[in-house]
């Protein structure tokens, strides 16, 4: 019932920056948190940032200075703006939102950084 609409992916060079969006739709009650989690090849997914309905933030040290993540409560929207972007950055990125019960996480996006 509940679905994650994710976009803004895509290729650009290293130093460039995009803007993620996902747009939650649904019967969704009870929010605690939205937040993009990425998986590079051959490695586990990881956190890269959350925030909470209060607009508490959480951030992996490896994007503190480089990424903000924000949201709009009425819309049930996330959203990343990643600047200074690196090569090691690229992986495919994940949309997740949580509420007390369950999780649910959107179909992923790529985003690929060149040198």
């Known amino acids: 019932q509940v679905q994650l609409v994710e976009s803004g992916g895509g290729l650009v060079q290293a130093g460039g920056s995009l803007r993620l969006s996902c747009a939650a739709s649904?019967?969704?009650?009870?929010?605690?948190?939205m937040g993009w989690y990425h998986q590079a090849p051959g490695k586990q997914r990881e956190l890269v940032a959350t925030?909470?309905?209060?607009?508490?933030?959480n951030y992996a040290d490896s994007v503190k200075g480089r990424f903000t993540i924000s949201r709009d409560n009425a819309k049930n929207t996330v959203y990343l703006q990643m600047n200074s972007l690196k090569p090691e950055d690229t992986a495919v990125y994940y949309c997740?939102?949580?509420?007390?019960?369950?999780?649910?996480w959107g179909q992923g996006t790529q985003v690929t950084v060149s040198s």
């Open positions: 997740r939102l949580t509420t007390l019960r369950r999780t649910y």
């Open positions: 649904g019967s969704i009650f009870g929010i605690y948190s």
């Open positions: 925030i909470t309905l209060s607009g508490s933030t």
